[in-house]
Nanobody, 129 residues
Framework: QVQLVESGGGLVQPGGSLRLSCTAS????????MGWFRQAPGKERDFVAA???????????LYASSVKGRFTISRDNAKNTLYLEMNSLKPEDTAVYYC???????????????????WGQGTQVTVSS
């Protein structure tokens, strides 16, 4: 069992930056593949980025094409924390951002919500002038 709490969301102008954090408690954080998903009003929850446990899935991150080159996912296992650095933000990035944890044995499945067993409550990101 792991509990996840996101923070760092807020209102930012187009072109701005934000850094989201997700702090985990419970079972060993380092053993989980960690991901970020987002959900805009009236839309499905979509994959944003994921980073595996190096022992199982390798350490190369995977990004959605819509955020590649602008967002960076990273983790600090000593602090039980996952990060999402978001740059060059666009209005279409507006959504509730969720942190997720799961045991995912292949990076081919990182983008699938069903592979993640634990979810945070979400943090709102609004990109608007």
């Amino acid at each position: 069992q792991v509990q996840l709490v996101e923070s760092g969301g807020g209102l930012v102008q187009p072109g701005g930056s934000l850094r989201l954090s997700c702090t985990a408690s419970g079972r060993a954080f380092s053993t989980y593949t960690m991901g970020w998903f987002r959900q805009a009003p009236g839309k499905e929850r979509d994959f944003v980025a994921a980073l595996g446990n190096i022992a199982w899935s390798g350490s190369n991150p995977l990004y959605a094409s819509s955020v590649k080159g602008r967002f960076t996912i990273s983790r600090d296992n000593a602090k039980n924390t996952l990060y999402l650095e978001m740059n060059s933000l666009k209005p279409e990035d507006t959504a509730v951002y969720y942190c997720a944890a799961g045991v995912v044995y292949s990076s081919s499945y990182y983008y699938q919500k069903k592979e993640f067993d634990y979810w945070g409550q979400g943090t709102q990101v609004t990109v608007s002038s």
